[in-house]
């Protein structure tokens, strides 16, 4: 059965009932309504649809065959016929309306998105060796064990799970990763305090949403991921970027909130957003003094801290650090997961561990947001974390991308010798570094990708000082050692052509 | 494979690695950062990833099941033991926190939350006869078909579609939804225009955040949707109700913006966000005339309009009035539909019909808002509506739901007699009635409750005059006729003896 049309017939004029459809279906073609290929519902269920004989709907039907708007495929159905539409269609994307740039707050936010959706995700040119960073290795995707769990969702579904489920997410999944957690990164979460969230994004955007008030300042280290000033900026927040050193945040270089008195009209230090495991970009991980210096920090000022734990799951080398949050004890740390780095991105779901007393609005602005995220993942995800697949898949691609690791490593000495510093433990999923050289880093990238290298400047994650040097971040973890090795010298080449490129050009 | 634990080896001491290990599960256990039934890492895991013998981990097992920390099972591996945990795991959930109450944002809202999340979906008590509205009938939806798509959906995904979808969704969904529109609601829309979303929710969110700055004024219709006042109004918006008559909104009651020169600093309407099919709870279908003074006043007064289809699908007598969105040419109004009613809602797919020059501004929100909605169900949704299931399901819910809708009223009619009236068209999911009665609607829906039968006041959803006697909103698609029957009696008897008791009290 094809979906129904709308058509309206009048018993009161003159107009013979099946001409009447024919004129119909005829306008929707030549108007644009229907394009070419489109279905035409079947003659008998679209006369039940008008209450009429279906000799009515024949009768249009084949007047329209006829006049070639519509084609019958045996078995198939009807459909608008190729060439019937096809010449009125395209003068639809236009249309008389007016731009609304004035009228839309998108001036104040599309200035400062630095990595608009378009050029991150939307169309990505593919490019046969792409140091991307942040994607975890598709071919090693456990994907039979992962449908498996997700055929078995789906299969275990009862009507009750149709409904609206609870904000906050499942109980099991949040379950799930409360052991997680305890476990892992000595977090003693209750399922209670965890809410699943659309990825890690989502429960940033609420809590920006839910914490800063318009003028009120959050912090940020610097450098960090640009997305951080785009969520935080559009909630009406000022960006306080606070540098970063060997050993995380440098917490003293955060102004105090004044005392109440002469606070009055200035703006207040609401949030500190940091990255304790695995500093993004730079790699650090904040050292057991400076945390305990942030958490008392927070506490004597009335901040709140938003631990994002977005890679902590991949350290090659020496022990694994506990989190923040497991150190907390007055309820000030706000801890931020997800499963895109472990998982796969296109899976939305990440969770934030929350002090009690936020748990409540944050659940309420959840709800205005989406309500809800969608159920069958989240069983999907509770079944393959509780079958011991997920520790075993975050367990193997710890080895995978530490040997791709200590490629890139290799195939950078290499290449650069003396001329390059790397930044940050043996963790995560990127490298960043920075090459002496007097050519630029767009330059770098843009005769790289000529020659089919993607390679990723990172000047742009600095607000204050920009590194003297070009800077890039390397991700390795989607790309094999014959294309680490083989992407790094086509990389180094680029770079050498450049120079000579621009020496010649100076003489 | 069980998940790793977190564990720290000194060699540099002079306590044995087994001893450490020891201690350090114990101490998880004692601090609670481990439950009772948690899982224990494989001892050959453990010494794997702490880089020590097996026998280290071993000794350290030995030790703790010895002393009833932990326990073996045979064949499913080591967990924490039954009562190991229980005695410290209550005292987690107080820790020294402190509220936040003055800190975050919630109070502006919170008070403003008349449907408070855990109102509506958190906790919801099953009763016998719940007249929910809003709710497809579980029983009739056809979760065979539906898990095939899922199935072959998943069955289907390739690795990269494992990655950052684009954030407007996958262009098949698109290119489903655009045919159905314009088949079934005649909206010449291109696949272009349409954002998917995480529910309808997700749409309005994105569009209070993209055209109301803090002050500016929105329009509802007056009764609507709670919902809606705390969305908008989260946004910084000045709610403005405007009356519904028979026709629709009374757009000869929205007061016009002024010129220019008069306007500086005056709140300013920039949306009108109606119900056109069905008003929402009126059930009014909006009349074309109202329609063209809509468009016209939205283009007079330089305005947008959200045209909210949610339950279009379903119109038991007369035929099918066509879009608002597609009898505008000046791209002024914004179409929202969403697959929450047709199918379930827990499948969080809504989508937006955009002008096109919102598209860009809509998709930046929804990019730091939750990058994209998750890929799956958006490919099972474009197959399950390309298979033609969708139109099908939706053709056979609209007969089930026309028997219950006549069941519905006509019982009504043998208990409540002439002392009832009907509002709206025979169309929707729910039906809005008015009883003549002293009693008021809390009272009656108490007593009601108390003998198994949920019925919904409907006061709150009037901002303006509230109506004179109580009022209800019935939903009737998921119960069956003789749920409908006994309930309505019931309730029925509830209203009655609330009557004698009052009566008698004020003896």
Redesign the interface.
């Known amino acids: 059965?094809?979906?129904?049309?709308?058509i309206?017939?009048s018993k009161r004029t003159p107009i013979p009932l099946s001409r009447q459809v024919y004129e119909q279906i005829r306008s929707?073609i030549i108007?644009?309504?229907?394009?070419s290929g489109?279905?035409i519902p079947p003659s008998r269920?679209l006369a039940n649809q008008l209450e009429v004989s279906r000799t009515v709907v024949l009768n249009a039907y084949e007047q329209l065959q006829a006049e070639g708007y519509i084609q019958m495929r045996k078995g198939a159905g009807t459909f608008v016929a190729e060439n019937a539409a096809s010449l009125f269609a395209s003068k639809?994307?236009v249309?008389?309306?007016?731009?609304?740039?004035e009228?839309?707050?998108?001036p104040d936010?599309?200035a400062e998105?630095s990595s608009?959706?378009?050029g991150?995700?939307?169309v990505?040119h593919s490019v046969p060796y792409d140091f991307r960073h942040g994607?975890?290795a598709?071919?090693a995707?456990p994907?039979d064990r992962w449908?498996k769990s997700?055929?078995e969702a789906?299969?275990n579904?009862t009507?009750?799970?149709?409904?609206?489920?609870?904000?906050?997410g499942t109980y099991h999944l949040r379950e799930e990763i409360a052991?997680?957690v305890?476990?892992?990164?000595?977090?003693?979460a209750?399922p209670?305090q965890i809410v699943i969230?659309?990825?890690a994004?989502?429960a940033l955007?609420i809590l920006a949403?839910?914490?800063?008030?318009?003028g009120e300042q959050v912090v940020v280290e610097d450098p960090s991921h640009t997305?951080l000033r785009?969520?935080f900026s559009?909630s009406g927040a000022e960006v306080l970027p606070v540098a970063v050193d060997g050993e995380g945040l440098c917490v003293d270089r955060i102004t105090p909130n004044k005392d109440d008195e002469n606070r009055k009209g200035l703006p207040r230090t609401?949030l500190v957003y940091v990255t304790p495991s695995h500093q993004f970009p730079l790699g650090v991980t904040m050292s057991l003094n400076r945390r305990i210096e942030l958490l008392r920090w927070a506490r004597s000022n009335?901040a709140?801290i938003i631990e994002d734990d977005y890679d902590s799951e991949y350290r090659y080398v020496g022990?694994?650090v506990?989190a923040l949050a497991?150190l907390d004890?007055?309820?000030?740390v706000i801890y931020i997961g997800s499963f895109s780095k472990t998982l796969?991105?296109?899976?939305?779901i990440g969770y934030a561990i929350l002090?009690?007393?936020?748990i409540?609005?944050f659940?309420?602005?959840?709800?205005?947001?989406?309500?809800?995220?969608?159920?069958?993942?989240q069983k999907a995800l509770a079944e393959f974390i509780k079958s011991?697949?997920?520790?075993?898949h975050v367990?193997k691609m710890g080895k995978l991308y530490a040997g791709r690791r200590s490629c890139l490593v290799a195939s950078l000495k290499q290449e650069f010798g003396d001329r390059i510093r790397y930044f940050g433990d043996e963790a995560g999923l990127h490298l960043l570094i920075e090459l002496e050289s007097k050519v630029s880093e767009e330059e770098i990238a843009k005769q790289a990708l000529h020659k089919g290298v993607k390679v990723y400047p990172a000047s742009n994650y600095f607000a204050g000082d920009k590194p003297n040097n070009p800077t890039f971040l390397l991700g390795y973890s989607n790309l094999t050692r014959n294309q680490i090795q083989t992407g790094i010298q086509i990389f180094a080449q680029a770079e050498r052509f450049c120079k000579v490129k621009n020496k010649s050009l100076n003489k």
């Open positions: 059965m094809r979906q129904e049309l709308l309206t017939l929707a108007s644009g309504l229907l394009h489109d279905p269920l639809l994307v249309n008389e309306e007016e731009g609304f740039d009228f839309i707050n998108a936010f599309m998105l608009p959706y378009s991150l995700l939307g990505t994607v975890p598709w071919s995707f994907m449908q997700v055929v789906c299969r579904m009507p009750d799970m149709l409904t609206y489920g609870p904000a906050e052991r997680l305890r476990s892992t990164r000595s977090i003693p209750m209670e969230t659309s990825g994004t989502q955007d949403r839910l914490c800063l008030h318009k997305v785009e969520i559009f609401k009335d709140l022990q694994k506990s497991g004890t007055s309820g000030r796969f991105p296109a899976l939305r002090p009690q007393s936020l409540e609005p659940l309420a602005i959840k709800w205005i947001t989406d309500r809800m995220t969608s159920t069958l993942e011991g697949y997920y520790a075993k367990y």
